[in-house]
C-alpha cells in the first residue's frame, strides 16, 4: 500500500495537471492538508497511515476543526482548510487507497455570507477620471486607465487581464475586433465585448508603451515601468492612491470594479444568465449574490412592473 506523503504527492499532481489549480491555490490546498496530518500525528500518537485515515471517526474530524476554532482561526480560512481535507480524502477514495465515510457526516463550517461591495456609478466615473500621477511617464497613466477599464468595462479578474498577451491584443485591434477571449478560472475561456473606450485605452497604451515593440507576441501586453510583466500589486497600489485621493472606502479594490460591472449591468435590467457568463462564473449562485447588491433597484423595478403592485 502507499504511503500517506506518496499519496498526498499523487493528489498534488493531480491538482495540477487535472484540475489545472494555480500555484498559489496548490500551496494553500498543501498547507491546509499538511495542518490537518500535523493534528492528528499529535491527537493520534503518531504519524497516521492510509488505515488509520480510513478509520477516522466525526468526533476525530470534529476535533481538528474545535482545535482550528481555539487557535482564533477564521471561520472563512477553516472552511477553504476543510475543503481542501475533503478534496484529499475524495482522491484517496477514488484511487483505492482509502475509504472514509465519516467525513461526509460534517458540514463545512457555516460562513457568514458576503456580499460584494460595489462603487456607485458617479465614484466609479471619478475613480476611472482620476488625475494622472505625478512626475511619471504619460505611457504609464495610459496603462493603468486600459488596466482599470477592463476590469470595470468588461468585468474581468485582475489576473485575466495581467495574463493577456501582446499577440492576443495587439491581434484584436488590428482586425477592429470589439470581442475579447478570456481564460479564467479552470482554464475555462468565455468571449467578453468591449466597449469602445476600452478599446480607445487599449490603442492608447499599445502605441505609447516603449516596450511593446521588443516584446513576443505570447509576452504579457502590459507591463512595468521597467519592462517586465506588469505586477498586480502595481495595480492595487494605484487602485489604492486613487481612492485615497478621492476620499473613498477600504473596500475599493481592483476586485471591486468586477463587482461594480456586474452591480451596474444589473441596475440597468441586465439577465443574471447573461452576467454569469460575462463574469466567468461556473455557478449561478455565485452571480445571485449580486442581488443582494441591487436589492433596492429590484424593488424599483418589482413596483414598476408587477400588475398587483400598480393599484
Known amino acids: 500500500m502507499k504511503s500517506v506523503e506518496a499519496a498526498r504527492q499523487a493528489w498534488r499532481d493531480w491538482l495540477k495537471s487535472e484540475r489545472r489549480l494555480s500555484a498559489h491555490t496548490l500551496t494553500a490546498y498543501e498547507h491546509d492538508v499538511a495542518g490537518f496530518l500535523g493534528f492528528m500525528t499529535s491527537y493520534l500518537g503518531k504519524p497516521p497511515?492510509?488505515?488509520?485515515?480510513?478509520?477516522?471517526?466525526?468526533?476525530?474530524?470534529?476535533?481538528?476543526?474545535?482545535e482550528r476554532a481555539r487557535e482564533g482561526m477564521a471561520r472563512t480560512s477553516t472552511a477553504r482548510a476543510f475543503s481542501s481535507v475533503r478534496s484529499f480524502f475524495r482522491f484517496l477514495d477514488k484511487r483505492g487507497l482509502a475509504h472514509n465515510a465519516s467525513i461526509g457526516a460534517i458540514q463545512t463550517p457555516k460562513l457568514p455570507r458576503s456580499v460584494p461591495k460595489a462603487l456607485s456609478e458617479r465614484d466609479m466615473d471619478e475613480l476611472l477620471d482620476a488625475p494622472a500621477e505625478v512626475e511619471r511617464d504619460p505611457w504609464l497613466d495610459l496603462r493603468d486607465a486600459a488596466v482599470l477599464l477592463l476590469?470595470?468595462?468588461?468585468?474581468l479578474r485582475i489576473g485575466e487581464a495581467l495574463s493577456l498577451s501582446k499577440g492576443t491584443v495587439?491581434?484584436?485591434?488590428?482586425?477592429?475586433?470589439?470581442?475579447?477571449?478570456?481564460?479564467g478560472?479552470?482554464?475555462?475561456t468565455r468571449?467578453?465585448?468591449l466597449l469602445?473606450?476600452?478599446?480607445?485605452?487599449?490603442t492608447a497604451y499599445r502605441d505609447a508603451c516603449p516596450y511593446l515593440p521588443a516584446r513576443k507576441p505570447d509576452e504579457a501586453f502590459?507591463?512595468?515601468?521597467?519592462?517586465?510583466?506588469?505586477?498586480p500589486a502595481i495595480v492595487q497600489k494605484r487602485v489604492r492612491e486613487i481612492r485615497r485621493g478621492l476620499g473613498l472606502a477600504d473596500s475599493v479594490t481592483p476586485h471591486a470594479l468586477r463587482h461594480s460591472f456586474a452591480t451596474h449591468l444589473?441596475?440597468?435590467?441586465?439577465?443574471?444568465?447573461?452576467?454569469?457568463?460575462l463574469l466567468g462564473h461556473a455557478s449561478l449562485s455565485t452571480t445571485q449574490r449580486y442581488t443582494d447588491v441591487d436589492s433596492a433597484r429590484l424593488s424599483q423595478v418589482y413596483r414598476a412592473a408587477h400588475p398587483r403592485a400598480k393599484g
Open 185 to 188: 478560472k479552470g482554464n475555462k
Open 191 to 193: 468571449l467578453v465585448p
Open 222 to 231: 502590459f507591463v512595468g515601468a521597467r519592462g517586465g510583466a506588469l505586477d
Open 49 to 66: 497511515s492510509l488505515d488509520a485515515l480510513a478509520k477516522l471517526k466525526p468526533a476525530e474530524f470534529r476535533a481538528w476543526l474545535a
Open 266 to 277: 444589473l441596475g440597468a435590467g441586465g439577465d443574471l444568465r447573461t452576467i454569469q457568463e
Open 151 to 155: 476590469l470595470y468595462g468588461a468585468g
Open 196 to 202: 469602445p473606450q476600452a478599446l480607445e485605452a487599449l
Open 170 to 183: 495587439e491581434g484584436l485591434l488590428k482586425a477592429g475586433q470589439d470581442t475579447l477571449a478570456v481564460t
